[in-house]
């Protein structure tokens, strides 16, 4: 089906019929070599590529009238060849006084998207979706819930860090001219089983400018519900990114049920993929670990995965991320009791386990964890 190495040759999977037509060729989509092929396919010597990668990646322009480096006549041509629309933004959500932004994309063949802004002191994450919808089926999650329409494209993901940047340079977000610091792979669908785009979208982030954002490979988490082998994978691909595993139960009865794909890899073999990725790469994992009430947050559960992560050794491998759940539409699961979440806190600490409870930005604009949802928008 995928005939371009830009797209995954994981066999896409439709809930809905949809026209099976990739999205646009970009420059994103391209290494550096592969865009000045294309320029001197267009007959133009290939600096012309890099004019306009340095006008994507380093300017974040894509408007051909601001690209006055460029001979006019060739700024449209160049622009059909290797800067089509990809996402066209439908509706935007701000809380936190602007400092938190949703933006719910529109992709060529109509599938929705949606990325949020996050601004802190010091520092700005852009949350990113890298599927329309999910497959992974995780009951507590909106995403899940509508199944998986289509993978996106590398450069439909990077464009979504592409937009954040071009309103943080100018000026658009409160708090001044910024930039993007981090990306999370925690917005729509499982960036693993999207694994080639993923990683090519990972590469243009981390390319030194104009050929990519110049970002730090440290700033970048993809967060996954454990697909083993591409965890192996990603530990042996020397991008040192930060790996987050969404365990949300230490036992395998409770995550068959919470993250179905459990059932086809066990607590066990993730977390051990887990330990693999810091053992190789020296980076510390994140467990991700959602507290639902009187579901999986009593204290017995907290020692069990203190000593699941434990048995890996006590050398700093692992931290656990708490996020208090974000309650989706017709759940019937919320959020811990406070006194639970603090007593699972201090079990793990208590047997050594560094312990943070995630700060939820965008609750109410649905632009929190788990809450993505673009059908439903
Ligand atoms: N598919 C990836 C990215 C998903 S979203 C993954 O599963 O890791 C990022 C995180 O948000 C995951 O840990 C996911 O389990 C969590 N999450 C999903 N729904 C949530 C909810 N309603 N409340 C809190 N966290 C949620």
Redesign the pocket.
């Known amino acids: 089906m995928a005939d371009s190495a830009s797209i995954t040759s994981l066999p896409l999977v439709f809930d809905e019929p949809r026209k099976a037509k990739r999205p646009p060729r970009h420059l994103a989509d391209l290494t550096p070599d592969e865009r000045a092929v294309v320029a001197k396919e267009a007959g133009l010597p290939g600096f012309r590529a890099k004019q306009l990668s340095r006008h994507y990646f380093a300017r974040f322009v894509d408007d051909p009238a601001e690209m006055t480096d460029l001979p006019v006549e060739l700024r449209s041509q160049l622009q059909a060849a290797l800067l089509p629309v990809l996402a066209t933004a439908v509706h935007t959500q701000e809380a936190d006084g602007g400092a938190t932004r949703k933006t719910l994309w529109k992709l060529h063949d109509g599938a929705l998207v949606e990325s949020v802004l996050m601004r802190y002191p010091g520092r700005v994450t852009m949350c990113v979706s890298s599927q329309a919808g999910?497959g992974?089926a995780?009951p507590?999650?909106?995403t899940g819930q509508a199944g998986l329409q289509r993978n996106m494209s590398t450069g439909e993901i990077v464009e979504q860090v592409v937009a954040g940047a071009r309103l943080l340079a100018r000026n658009q977000v409160p708090g001044g001219p910024g930039r993007v610091s981090n990306v999370v792979?925690?917005g729509m669908?499982?960036?693993m089983a999207n694994y080639n785009a993923v990683m090519g979208a990972v590469r243009r982030m981390v390319d030194p400018t104009p050929d990519g954002l110049g970002m730090s490979a440290r700033g970048i988490t993809v967060?996954?519900?454990g697909l083993v082998p591409r965890m192996l994978q990603l530990a042996d691909e020397h991008i040192p990114v930060t790996l987050?595993l969404?365990l949300?139960a230490p036992d395998d009865d409770l995550r068959n049920e919470l993250v179905p794909i459990n059932t086809r890899w066990s607590v066990r073999e993730a977390v051990e993929a887990a330990w693999n990725y810091a053992r190789v790469t020296r980076r510390r994992v994140s467990i991700?670990y959602?507290m639902i009430k009187d579901i999986n947050d009593q204290g017995w559960r907290a020692d069990m995965l203190a000593d699941v992560l434990r048995s890996y050794g006590d050398w700093g491998w692992v931290h656990v991320n708490l996020?208090p759940?974000?309650?989706?539409p017709g759940s019937k699961w919320t959020a811990s009791r406070p006194e639970d979440e603090r007593e699972f806190v201090r079990r793990l600490i208590d047997k050594g386990v560094p312990t943070t409870v995630r700060d939820t930005r965008g609750r109410e604009i649905d632009g929190a964890?788990?809450?993505l949802a673009a059908g439903q928008a």
């Open positions: 999910c992974m995780c507590f999650c909106a792979f925690m669908g499982e960036p967060s996954t519900v987050a969404s949300h991700e959602a996020i759940l974000n309650p989706t964890c788990g809450q």
